[in-house]
């Protein structure tokens, strides 16, 4: 079993930066891929950004690209996601998801899930 808590979210005004962290323990030898999706009031939960356990392979939503940054710390078990020029419309609940297999963008592919972190983007 692997366990994922995240951390990092909190409030911001548009334009600003967060930095979210999650991190796993247990049998983490066995994950491979990590990621980050989000779910906003009223909406599904939607992929974000994935990378691969060496950050040799990375994904990104279209409407993240270029704004959020995922990397990785193998030798803590943490992953990040670096959130700069916030908008209002990425205000969400952030949830942090890993898996044994390479990168993927569905939710139900991701066998391993944190609780979710709140991020709020003001106008």
């Known amino acids: 079993q692997v366990q994922l808590v995240e951390s990092g979210g909190g409030a911001v005004q548009a334009g600003g930066s967060l930095r979210l962290s999650c991190a796993a323990s247990?049998?983490?030898?066995?994950?491979?891929?990590m990621g980050w999706f989000r779910q906003a009031p009223g909406k599904e939960r939607e992929f974000v950004a994935a990378t691969t356990r060496y950050g040799v392979s990375t994904h990104y939503a279209d409407s993240v690209k270029g704004r959020l940054t995922i990397s990785r710390d193998n030798a803590k078990n943490t992953v990040f996601l670096q959130m700069n020029s916030l908008k209002p419309e990425d205000t969400a609940v952030y949830y942090c998801a890993a898996r044994i297999g390479s990168i993927q963008t569905q939710e139900d592919q991701y066998m391993y899930w944190g609780q979710g972190t709140q991020v709020t983007v003001s106008s």
């Open positions: 247990g049998s983490t030898f066995s994950i491979n891929a």
